[in-house]
């Protein structure tokens, strides 16, 4: 996969809820416009009647979803969810909403993020003798709320928010309602917006924008929301927990059109861009973005420099996020068939080479030799995020330590191993003051979690080999 240099998505989620209009059309929508979170499956579920009926699948939105069987999921409440493994296989059965019948009712459940106790809660569900269906941390959520539903329906989910761990935005169908939750850290996001009467939840604001709805507030860390026909509702568990969103959002993630915590993340990766400048200056002739992801950056960072920017290399815009070589290893053919060089404007220029992140270096490596084949004098490689040091464990698939170059090389050993003619990263602190705040989990760059993670020995428990 071409994608596979970079750090994977985690997963979308969206709801709908309304008291007269049907919203199984405003779902598919809204998931479309979060595709990019996750394009291993895809699934809607909506309430019609007493009955909970689900439709999902392996693909992306338009491969599982059609006319026909859209307009067997008519309803005026629902859930959606695109997903991208980061715990659990990429099977069928895997594929959420995740739909469960129990004594006391119904429930669907989707779900971004990673839960860093789930192996210790799957062992005490199964030795209560709950049978678990499928491998996703997710369903370990819908087990638990069902567990302790004999408390009612806002204690059972404040109940099971104790007792979880790690990251999660939640979607559920539940007692003719909508509820979305987010972790007590809000790493990852999720927000509330409304159309006529309609309400929605939704893990970014662009989805919100497709079908017309206004946005109006995120959803704040550890509180639930609760839609019904009485309005919105609001409850939140104690915690002194601090706020710490995930800056790969602003980074890379989020689509450049969402806003998240208030701050529009294309402006976000304006300014890394602006302050990639400031940090690192480089005499050169032409500014070149890494099409799509290091556009943002680069017009910030021209800005900043007075280095006029230009379409140095071209996207193929019809190979697809998933593309695969014809011969695997033969990599540097799909580099090519994706992104090619303009000889005609890098030739005998100095480029400042502008990309959002460098994981194991290879892609960059690659475009590197392909600009000065194509005529650069000179290739600068600026990028607008410090080096990626550590693993994720909190919704984000992170290659394995001794594959991230940032945890093997120093930057100059990287800027020869590329082939560069000079190499920089933006700092941490530039990064905080890009998304304008300090209290961000940028754990990835500085190891520093926002909670413990389970360790055996030296290794943490979901470290890769």
Same mark, same amino acid.
């Given at each position: 996969m071409y994608n596979s240099v970079k750090l994977k998505e985690e997963c979308g989620v969206f709801g709908a809820f309304s008291l007269n209009t049907p919203i199984h059309d405003h779902i598919y929508y809204g998931l479309q416009a979060l595709q990019h979170r996750g394009q291993e499956s895809a699934g809607i579920a909506v309430l019609q009647g007493t009955y909970v009926n689900c439709i999902k699948d392996k693909g992306l939105v338009t491969d599982v979803f059609s006319k026909e069987n859209l307009n067997n999921l008519i309803g005026n409440v629902g859930i959606g969810h695109v997903r991208y493994s980061t715990t659990g296989n990429n099977e069928a059965c895997n594929a959420q909403p995740f739909v469960a019948n129990f004594r006391d009712g119904y429930m669907a459940l989707a779900h971004n993020g990673n839960l860093i106790n789930a192996v210790e809660l799957r062992q005490?569900?199964?030795?209560?003798?709950?049978i678990l269906q499928t491998t996703s941390d997710s369903e370990i959520i819908l087990h638990l709320i069902a567990k302790y539903y004999?408390?009612?329906?806002?204690?059972?989910?404040?109940?099971?928010m104790n007792m979880i761990k790690g990251s999660y935005a939640l979607a559920i169908l539940m007692e003719d309602k909508l509820i979305g939750i987010r972790d007590i850290n809000g790493i990852r996001p999720l927000c509330i917006g409304k159309k006529d009467d309609i309400y929605y939840i939704s893990s970014e604001s662009c989805a919100l924008d497709v079908i017309g709805a206004e946005l109006i507030r995120d959803v704040e860390p550890g509180e639930i929301v609760i839609i019904d026909k009485e309005g919105l509702r609001s409850f939140k568990i104690e915690t002194k927990a601090a706020k710490m969103p995930c800056v790969f959002e602003y980074i890379y993630f989020a689509r450049p059109d969402s806003v998240l915590e208030g701050m529009s993340v294309y402006k976000a990766r304006y300014e890394m861009g602006k302050r990639l400048a400031l940090e690192?200056?480089?005499?050169?002739?032409?500014?070149?973005?890494v099409p799509d992801s290091? +556009?943002?950056? *680069?017009?910030?960072?021209?800005?900043? /420099? &007075?280095?006029?920017?230009?379409?140095?290399?071209? @996207?193929?815009k019809y190979i697809g996020r998933t593309f695969i070589c014809p011969e695997q290893k033969d990599r540097e053919i799909g580099v090519r068939i994706k992104l090619n060089v303009l000889?005609?404007?890098?030739?005998?220029?100095?480029?400042?080479?502008?990309?959002?992140?460098?994981?194991?270096?290879?892609?960059?490596?690659?475009?590197?030799?392909?600009?000065?084949?194509?005529?650069?004098?000179?290739?600068? +490689?600026?990028? *607008?995020?410090?080096?990626?040091?550590? /693993? &994720?464990?909190?919704?984000?698939?992170?290659?394995? @330590?001794?594959?991230?170059?940032g945890a093997t090389m120093t930057v100059q050993e990287i800027c020869d191993y590329i082939g560069a003619d000079s190499l920089n990263f933006l700092s941490v602190e530039g990064l905080r003051k890009s998304v304008g705040k300090k209290n961000i989990c940028a754990a990835c760059f500085d190891g520093v979690y926002p909670m413990e993670v389970p360790k055996e020995g030296n290794k943490y428990l979901f470290e890769k080999k």
């Amino acid at each position: 996969m071409y994608n596979s240099v970079k750090l994977k998505e985690e997963c979308g989620v969206f709801g709908a809820f309304s008291l007269n209009t049907p919203i199984h059309d405003h779902i598919y929508y809204g998931l479309q416009a979060l595709q990019h979170r996750g394009q291993e499956s895809a699934g809607i579920a909506v309430l019609q009647g007493t009955y909970v009926n689900c439709i999902k699948d392996k693909g992306l939105v338009t491969d599982v979803f059609s006319k026909e069987n859209l307009n067997n999921l008519i309803g005026n409440v629902g859930i959606g969810h695109v997903r991208y493994s980061t715990t659990g296989n990429n099977e069928a059965c895997n594929a959420q909403p995740f739909v469960a019948n129990f004594r006391d009712g119904y429930m669907a459940l989707a779900h971004n993020g990673n839960l860093i106790n789930a192996v210790e809660l799957r062992q005490e569900l199964e030795n209560e003798g709950r049978i678990l269906q499928t491998t996703s941390d997710s369903e370990i959520i819908l087990h638990l709320i069902a567990k302790y539903y004999k408390l009612g329906l806002v204690e059972s989910l404040k109940k099971t928010m104790n007792m979880i761990k790690g990251s999660y935005a939640l979607a559920i169908l539940m007692e003719d309602k909508l509820i979305g939750i987010r972790d007590i850290n809000g790493i990852r996001p999720l927000c509330i917006g409304k159309k006529d009467d309609i309400y929605y939840i939704s893990s970014e604001s662009c989805a919100l924008d497709v079908i017309g709805a206004e946005l109006i507030r995120d959803v704040e860390p550890g509180e639930i929301v609760i839609i019904d026909k009485e309005g919105l509702r609001s409850f939140k568990i104690e915690t002194k927990a601090a706020k710490m969103p995930c800056v790969f959002e602003y980074i890379y993630f989020a689509r450049p059109d969402s806003v998240l915590e208030g701050m529009s993340v294309y402006k976000a990766r304006y300014e890394m861009g602006k302050r990639l400048a400031l940090e690192s200056h480089v005499d050169a002739d032409l500014v070149v973005p890494v099409p799509d992801s290091g +556009v943002p950056a *680069s017009r910030g960072y021209s800005y900043q /420099s &007075c280095i006029p920017i230009g379409e140095g290399l071209i @996207k193929n815009k019809y190979i697809g996020r998933t593309f695969i070589c014809p011969e695997q290893k033969d990599r540097e053919i799909g580099v090519r068939i994706k992104l090619n060089v303009l000889k005609e404007l890098v030739k005998d220029k100095r480029i400042v080479l502008i990309d959002d992140s460098i994981v194991r270096g290879t892609t960059m490596k690659r475009l590197v030799a392909q600009l000065k084949k194509g005529g650069a004098k000179e290739v600068h +490689v600026r990028i *607008s995020s410090p080096p990626v040091k550590y /693993s &994720c464990y909190f919704g984000i698939d992170t290659p394995t @330590k001794k594959e991230l170059v940032g945890a093997t090389m120093t930057v100059q050993e990287i800027c020869d191993y590329i082939g560069a003619d000079s190499l920089n990263f933006l700092s941490v602190e530039g990064l905080r003051k890009s998304v304008g705040k300090k209290n961000i989990c940028a754990a990835c760059f500085d190891g520093v979690y926002p909670m413990e993670v389970p360790k055996e020995g030296n290794k943490y428990l979901f470290e890769k080999k």
